[in-house]
Each structure stands twice: as structure tokens, then as C-alpha cells.
């Protein structure tokens, strides 16, 4: 993907969850995201050292990542990543739960004549 693909496609997002290279962290956070960074590990025999971890643990600290270090940590982070983005509104629902909800409201109304 070309790099002006790429930073459109961080522009638009709405959430993004991504590894904790340096390059694309830092472009989230300069298109005024606050992404969640998953850390590639050395324990999980994904990089040769911890620079990813050491990188995302100061960015977390300075509040500019969600930092996740488990998957079990994804859910908590998501919604942490939103509400920090949409300045401590809740969080959008995604498209589709908005349209299930949307949905399930219109059938109700049937029944309520």
C-alpha cells in the first residue's frame, strides 16, 4: 500500500489496533489518534528484543496509546482508545450494531399499535 493510502485509511478510522512499530504509531498519533498497540514480543518469539514494548510503555505512560500487552487486554483497550478519542463521550457503536439496533427497533413498533 502506498504511504498516502495508508495515512487516508488512519484518517478515516475510526479505531485503529496495531503492532508497536514506531512509523506506524506515529502516524496514528499525528492524525490525532490514539490507537491501541499490541507490542511485538520476544517472549512470543515475534521480534529479537523488546524495543517495541519499551516504545509503547513510554507512550502509554505520556497517554498518547492504549497499550495492550495480552489479547485478553483488547476488549478493555478498545473501549479506553474510543472514549479517549471522542473526548470522554462514549464510544460510536460500529456500523453494524447501530443497524441491528435500528433494525430490531423498527420490528418492535409493529407490536406496539
Known sequence: ????????????AELLIMHAGAGS???????????VVMPRRVKYDEHVDDHQLEFAQALAESGKVVLAMEPADLEKAITDALARQSDNQPPTPPKLARLINETLHDYAKQFKK
Open 25 to 35: 504509531v506515529i502516524h496514528a498519533v499525528q492524525a490525532g489518534k490514539i490507537p
Open 1 to 12: 500500500m502506498e504511504m498516502e493510502q495508508f495515512g487516508d485509511l488512519i484518517e478515516k
